[in-house]
């Protein structure tokens, strides 16, 4: 019954911020890892940046300096600000909440950046 859903994306112009975010509709139960992965037409599946318990993050060299991931863990939600928005950061992003248990991913959201 656990669903994902995320909000944010839509369309930047190069230089502009975005910001995404993903709610958990219902309970999960110890959360271990928290994540954003991208996938661009005709490439990889690639992680975006993730934020484990403790709090560490961590980011792909592609967006680090221009992306944060955050999170509020009494509301089961994660954040990305992307900041400095280029063409190449245009994908579908998806969250992923990690248990160890299980893996649950929202839906996806589109983000364009175009002039």
């Known amino acids: 019954q656990v669903q994902l859903v995320e909000s944010g994306g839509g369309l930047a112009q190069p230089g502009g911020s975005l910001r995404l975010s993903c709610a958990a509709s219902?309970?999960?139960?110890?959360?271990?890892?928290m994540a954003w992965h991208r996938q661009a037409p005709g490439k990889e599946r690639e992680l975006v940046a993730k934020?484990?318990?403790?709090?560490?993050?961590t980011y792909a060299d592609s967006v680090k300096g221009r992306f944060t991931i955050s999170r509020d863990v009494a509301k089961s939600t994660v954040y990305l600000q992307m900041n400095s928005l280029k063409p190449e950061d245009t994908a579908v992003y998806y969250c992923?909440?990690?248990?160890?248990?299980?893996?649950?991913w929202g839906q996806g959201t589109q983000v364009t950046v175009s002039s």
């Open positions: 934020i484990i318990r403790s709090g560490m993050t």
């Open positions: 219902g309970n999960i139960f110890s959360i271990a890892v």
């Open positions: 992923i909440f990690g248990t160890g248990w299980s893996d649950y």
